[in-house]
């Protein structure tokens, strides 16, 4: 057998690379992690992803309910705010979770090593570091050999082919976090779960923000009703929200980002002191507009981070925006190369999520796939996911379309005001929904999809009941906690049964 310098090199430090090397400390395996690129040890999630800006969530939440009262009795006033303090309390945050997390972690893992720099595959066998691990950087860098490799590099903003896009300073998930002076107006590429995050947290701080979205809605991979329904919430609020909207050109304009957008259904697009509509004579139902801003956030989905890795020398494919193509094991065209995470092509999957447990299941699982041969599977079908907006949708399992899809039939669903739930009215938030998906023949639930005050932690609930394949009968005799929002799901369970509304207050 061949020496090796290492049993298992696992290139990238983030929620996957964790879980693999977590795994093979376990085993006693000779492990060498590689942490490189822009992001610090620990990945996107941790420190430029989703606890950074649900921070920035949460603390915008606060300065707007101070400003907003929505009780009786509790008159709203303007608080003092101090943005850039906020982004430093923000940043103090996640220095310390990320320091517990994943340096410390490190610690404790005898087996594994830490080296930080960028790798390259010169081989099958071979990885080259170049940054501040290596000590012959000037040598063309540092030659490791493994025996095995988990690439797992995460992923990083796409950036569209926008004309002039490159020319201006343009933000992206990292720079958005570190503004430490608020901007007077905002333009958002992309209306899916980063740039809808994003501009509620601008919007409340006080940037008037222009959403646009390429797609015919926001938030489209969420079922109709859900997106329509945040969609309301965010323009009310006083959010900027253009569909089916062509970003053709972006220019500097002075101190301002000129923005050129051909949008598709003008009549419908709600008005804006920010935009001026243009002299384009489009065809019917387009029309061009202007619009000008401060500043521009590109959150127009991500691409894998593979540039650097050299992947097609050694035979690896990768897909259209960088993706590593892996079988349904996390196995790549080569046998003793996994690949886990955000770096995943995903593209060819009804189930496209870039999530950190996402992340870390499929790091364990392609570890032990790799390390022990396993053969097991990631189950995507009870993987929940959720917008951190005020309020949050959350979904998880098989929507409407997906089903009719499936089985050819009818869906059989049902969409529950929380109107009917008696929390959603202490917490003055009645004006949510909640649909469930099942399966006409069986009867066992397969998609559950919340837009509503805690939607976000209730679809914990909602994932245990996909996963078990619970059936509407195992969660109507079931007994929930009153009152909670949680009681929701008995609720649309209850509404297959029965007129709830003829319902007492406790769902039997």
């Keep these: 057998m061949k020496n090796y310098d290492y049993q298992f090199i696992i290139i990238g430090g983030g929620a996957a690379g964790f879980a693999a090397a977590i795994k093979a400390d376990s085993l006693k395996i000779k492990t060498l992690m590689i942490s490189g690129g822009k992001v610090p040890l620990g990945g996107t999630c941790i420190n430029v992803g989703c606890m950074p800006s649900k921070r920035l969530l949460t603390v915008a939440e606060s300065y707007w309910n101070a400003r907003y009262s929505k009780y009786d009795g509790v008159a709203g006033s303007v608080p003092d705010l101090d943005f850039k303090k906020v982004v430093e309390s923000k940043d103090?945050?996640?220095?310390?979770?990320?320091?517990?997390?994943?340096?410390?972690?490190?610690?404790?893992?005898?087996?594994?090593?830490?080296?930080?720099?960028?790798?390259?595959?010169?081989?099958?066998h071979t990885v080259e570091i170049n940054g501040p691990a290596s000590a012959k950087a000037t040598a063309g860098g540092e030659k490791i050999t493994g025996e095995?490799?988990?690439?797992?590099?995460?992923?990083?903003?796409f950036i569209p082919p926008i004309d002039?896009?490159?020319?201006?300073?343009?933000?992206?998930?990292?720079?958005?976090?570190?503004?430490k002076e608020l901007p007077k107006s905002m333009i958002i590429l992309g209306g899916g779960p980063l740039g809808l995050e994003f501009s509620q947290i601008y919007n409340r701080f006080g940037t008037k923000v222009t959403v646009l979205q390429y797609a015919d809605k926001i938030a489209d991979r969420e079922e109709p009703e859900l997106s329509d329904f945040l969609k309301k919430k965010l323009e009310k609020e006083g959010t900027t929200i253009y569909t089916s909207a062509k970003t053709k050109g972006v220019e500097h304009n002075g101190n301002l980002i000129k923005a050129t957008v051909e949008v598709g259904d003008p009549a419908s697009a709600p008005p804006s002191?920010?935009?001026?509509?243009?002299?384009?004579?489009?065809?019917?139902?387009?029309?061009?507009?202007?619009?000008?801003?401060?500043?521009i956030l590109v959150a127009s989905g991500v691409r894998a981070n593979t540039q650097s890795l050299n992947l097609e020398h050694i035979g690896v494919r990768v897909g259209e925006r960088g993706g590593v193509a892996t079988n349904e094991f996390l196995q790549t065209d080569l046998p003793h190369i996994f690949a886990a995470g955000d770096v995943v092509d995903q593209s060819g999957e009804e189930v496209n999520l870039k999530l950190e447990t996402?992340?870390?299941?499929?790091?364990?699982?392609?570890?032990?796939?790799?390390?022990?041969?396993?053969?097991?599977?990631?189950?995507?079908?009870?993987?929940?996911?959720?917008?951190?907006?005020?309020?949050?949708?959350?979904?998880?399992?098989?929507?409407?379309a997906q089903i009719v899809k499936q089985t050819g039939l009818v869906c059989s669903c049902r969409t529950l005001s929380l109107e009917l739930v008696p929390k959603a009215h202490i917490l003055e938030a009645a004006d949510g929904l909640i649909k469930m998906v099942i399966d006409s023949k069986t009867e066992e639930v397969v998609g559950i999809h919340m837009a509503g005050a805690r939607a976000d932690e209730i679809i914990s609930v909602a994932s245990f009941i996909i996963k078990h394949r619970m059936k509407l009968d195992d969660i109507i005799e079931n007994t929930f906690i009153f009152p909670t929002m949680a009681e929701s799901i008995k609720w649309v369970a209850q509404s297959f049964r029965k007129d709830v509304n003829k319902l007492s207050c406790c769902t039997e």
Excluded: M
Aim: hydrophobic share 40%; no cysteine.
């Design 92 to 124: 103090a945050l996640i220095r310390k979770l990320q320091g517990k997390a994943y340096a410390g972690t490190l610690k404790f893992l005898v087996y594994v090593t830490l080296k930080e720099g960028d790798a390259k595959f010169i081989d099958e």
């Design 164 to 179: 002039g896009l490159d020319k201006v300073a343009y933000l992206t998930n990292i720079e958005a976090l570190s503004l």
């Design 273 to 295: 002191p920010k935009a001026t509509e243009g002299r384009s004579k489009a065809t019917a139902g387009k029309k061009e507009i202007i619009i000008e801003a401060e500043k």
């Design 358 to 400: 996402v992340a870390g299941r499929e790091g364990f699982v392609a570890a032990s796939n790799l390390l022990e041969n396993k053969g097991i599977k990631v189950d995507f079908r009870a993987a929940p996911h959720a917008i951190f907006t005020d309020p949050p949708l959350a979904s998880v399992g098989l929507t409407d």
């Design 148 to 157: 095995k490799f988990l690439i797992s590099t995460g992923s990083s903003t």
